[in-house]
């Protein structure tokens, strides 16, 4: 069974970092690609970014650019976002999820708000 | 970026009867490789979104035959034959053919 659980969502002060990590299982890790897709509270779908297996190819939304870094740790099967000067804007859940031409699983979800 | 325009925003059905929901997309979403790469996500309340349907018209492993997908280049139709309550929610389109991958603003589901 794919599973896919989220970590590291926090409150923190516009500006501030946060990383978030998602511990993948049920698949060959290393096989897929990955993406971050978030969610703003009672509002709709937002692909994040997403990273190849190899993590030589690394996409993101405009957004986002220049402040969030995704990566992998392939051996730990293991996807991170790390996230820096962070807006108010970016609150959501942020979700972990598998796919590159379609993403088929997705996790529960961590929860960052940033708020002062 | 690619728009996905989703009518209607809301549906309220009654169990037992059909519905439907339009798809549109600002560009073909038809890649080289001859696939069209659109997808239908539900997202029931407090949980994360699941994937329903792929590549316009297939059918993701469990998801009931109730459901159905259709269309092509840039209009597309998520169909669901015989409403049931376990059906409420919202309903996502999404296209990944060209970067950022973009969503539908979502289509809010209710039972009468």
């Known amino acids: 069974e794919v599973q896919l659980v989220e970590s590291g969502g926090d409150l923190v002060q516009p500006g501030g970092s946060l990383r978030l990590s998602c511990a993948a299982s049920g698949f060959t890790f290393s096989r897929y690609w990955m993406s971050w897709v978030r969610q703003a509270p009672g509002k709709g779908l937002e692909w994040v970014a997403n990273i190849n297996q190899s993590g030589s190819e690394k996409y993101y939304v405009d957004s986002v650019k220049g402040r969030f870094t995704i990566s992998r740790d392939s051996a730990k099967s293991s996807l991170f976002l790390q996230m820096n000067s962070l807006r108010v804007e970016d609150t959501a859940v942020y979700y972990c999820?598998?796919?590159?031409?379609?993403?088929?699983?997705w996790g529960q979800g961590t929860l960052v708000t940033v708020s002062s | 970026d690619i728009v996905m325009t989703q009518t209607p925003l809301s549906l309220s059905v009654t169990p037992g009867q059909p519905a439907s929901i339009s798809c549109k997309s600002s560009q073909s979403l038809l890649y080289s490789d001859g696939k069209t790469y659109l997808y239908w996500y539900q997202q029931k309340p407090g949980q994360s979104p699941q994937l329903l349907i792929y590549?316009?018209?297939t059918r993701f492993s469990g998801v009931p035959d109730r459901f159905s997908g259709s269309g092509s280049g840039t209009d597309f139709t998520l169909k669901i034959s015989r409403v049931e309550a376990e059906d409420v929610g919202v309903y996502y389109c999404?296209?990944?053919?060209?970067?950022?991958?973009?969503f539908g603003q979502g289509t809010k589901l209710e039972i009468k």
């Open positions: 999820a598998r796919g590159r031409l379609g993403i088929d699983y």
């Open positions: 590549e316009v018209s």
């Open positions: 999404m296209q990944s053919i060209h970067l950022p991958y973009t």
